[in-house]
């Protein structure tokens, strides 16, 4: 089980901003490469951003491109998305997993994230 913690989200509106965090508890988030996904209700899940475990080699969905923002700090052991511009198509449960691919087993709990129009 690889237990990890998604905080952070909730209901804003349109244009308004918000911070994910994701912690694991059982491993060293620097030694992986980290993705956040969401999943929008009645949906796939869907690839949103993935950082290496240096931070230097970061990719972005073509629908988030420009407006979030991934990081680490591995000292903290925490990921990070920073998402600015929100729209209400970026209303969905966000997790975060291992790797630069949409892996279920790792998902914890996620973060609602709510944009009203």
């Known amino acids: 089980e690889v237990q990890l913690v998604e905080s952070g989200g909730g209901l804003v509106q349109s244009g308004d901003s918000l911070r994910l965090s994701c912690k694991p508890l059982l491993f060293d988030l620097g030694t992986w490469t980290m993705s956040w996904v969401r999943q929008a209700p009645g949906k796939g899940p869907e690839w949103v951003s993935g950082?290496?475990?240096?931070?230097?080699?970061?990719y972005y969905a073509d629908s988030v491109k420009g407006r979030f923002t991934i990081s680490r700090d591995n000292a903290k052991n925490t990921l990070f998305l920073q998402m600015n511009s929100l729209k209400p198509d970026d209303t969905a449960v966000y997790y975060c997993n291992r790797g630069w691919d949409i892996r279920r087993e790792d998902w914890g709990q996620g973060t609602q994230v709510t944009v009203s129009s």
């Open positions: 950082i290496n475990n240096r931070g230097d080699t970061i």
